[in-house]
């Protein structure tokens, strides 16, 4: 054979093998530390999402970055360098995903974070053009805890958050949102997710007499201050943010957390959301899928946050086949193009609508108002 017959052979080859290469996603989530309860129904949901696409195998890499973002990182890079993928799902928490955006942008590598700060995608430029989210924004949140408060005769808060980026991004929208309704804010403190005790913050608000607080925190370590003030005797309204929306949340509150307030995804309550509702039918087909895999009352907002990942990544990967093969730059350019081409695709929390400086794409449909009422959750119309 000619050395010329040799190379075409070869290339044909290399292309035959390109053209069936498997799609790779790369995930990291913080299935342990203090971010658990978040991150452990988002892996276990990674594996009812689906296992091809456009006739093309999905192979889905899961790593465990335990809730710090050095850890995160190194997910990251071990995905990118090591496993080659085409996307990244992750992480968990706001400042592991901040700490991520780097290095998708640098590698060309589309990423859509489950984590809730604004800041991940806000405000768009060359590194957070490849980076996309699935939970609610901060502001929107905002909104709808605002509006209840004023409805409910709130006219001051305390407010006490977590001292990183999830924290500061909600002090940040919230005091915008309730200054416009007048709302002051008295008391203004701050906690590390690992924390024990709380003392000093909660003396500080309770000397405040706020007519309610505020807690921003996620998961369990945001039970921490609300126990803590109803240990001081605090009796006013509570309100916590969209961060503990998980049963985990309600099992170490217990009667601490009875009668509070919180905007949520639609999927915590959809059996109670009226028939008409845009998220309903979309919200029930995930939680089928999650109960029937790991038990009935086990699913979770957060996990929701991981499938609504997958459908845009199902959505996205499928234009992005018709461009370009699997572990290629132009696939991980046309996964990206694709990504913020989404329009009207209905997941667990909302109905996405993604454009160019639109890296969320979820509006008002994609919030409700909850309370916590003998230990389960209780929409409110």
């Known amino acids: 054979m000619s050395f010329k017959k040799t190379l075409t052979l070869v290339a044909a080859l290399v292309a035959a093998m390109v053209a069936h290469a498997d799609i790779n996603i790369g995930v990291t989530v913080s299935a342990t530390g203090p971010a658990a309860s978040l991150g452990i129904p988002e892996k276990n949901t990674i594996s009812l999402m689906p296992t091809s696409i456009g006739g093309q195998k999905v192979n889905y890499i899961v790593l465990d970055d335990a809730s710090d973002t050095t850890a995160a990182v190194t997910n990251t890079r071990k995905l990118i360098n090591e496993h080659k993928v085409d996307v990244l799902l992750g992480s968990t928490i706001t400042p592991n995903s901040l700490a991520m955006i780097d290095i998708a942008a640098e590698s060309q590598t589309p990423m859509v974070s489950m984590a809730a700060s604004a800041r991940i995608v806000e405000p768009q430029d060359a590194k ?38 999830y924290g500061e991004g909600w002090h940040q929208e919230f005091s915008k949102i309730a200054a416009l309704k007048n709302i002051q804010i008295v008391a203004n403190e701050r906690y590390n997710r690992t924390d024990t005790s709380v003392t000093g913050q909660v003396l500080k608000i309770v000397s405040a007499k706020p007519d309610a607080v505020l807690i921003a ?45 919180l905007p949520a995804g639609p999927v915590l309550v959809a059996a109670q959301l009226p028939a008409n509702h845009p998220l309903k039918k979309s919200a029930q087909a995930y939680i089928s899928k999650y109960e029937a895999a790991y038990g009935a009352g086990s699913v979770s907002t957060f996990g929701a946050h991981a499938w609504d990942a997958g459908k845009l990544m199902e959505a996205a990967a499928t234009a992005a086949l018709k461009k370009a093969k699997p572990g290629t730059v132009e696939f991980r350019v046309a996964l990206r193009d694709a990504l913020e081409s989404v329009k009207e695709l209905a997941g667990a929390h909302g109905v996405f609508n993604m454009s160019a400086t639109d890296h969320l794409g979820l509006d008002q449909r994609a919030r409700v108002m909850v309370k916590i009422e003998g230990g389960t959750w209780k929409y409110q119309p």
């Open 217 to 261: 925190g996620s998961g369990t370590p945001a039970v921490l201050p609300q126990r803590a003030l109803k240990e001081r005797g605090y009796n006013g309204k509570f309100y916590q943010t969209h961060g503990v929306a998980n049963n985990d949340f309600l099992r170490v509150g217990g009667k601490d957390v009875e009668g509070t307030f």
């Open 128 to 165: 957070k053009r490849w980076v996309f989210k699935t939970p609610q924004n901060d502001i929107m949140m905002s909104l709808a805890i605002v509006a209840h408060m004023a409805g409910n005769g709130v006219k001051t808060v305390g407010f006490i958050g977590f001292s990183d980026a």
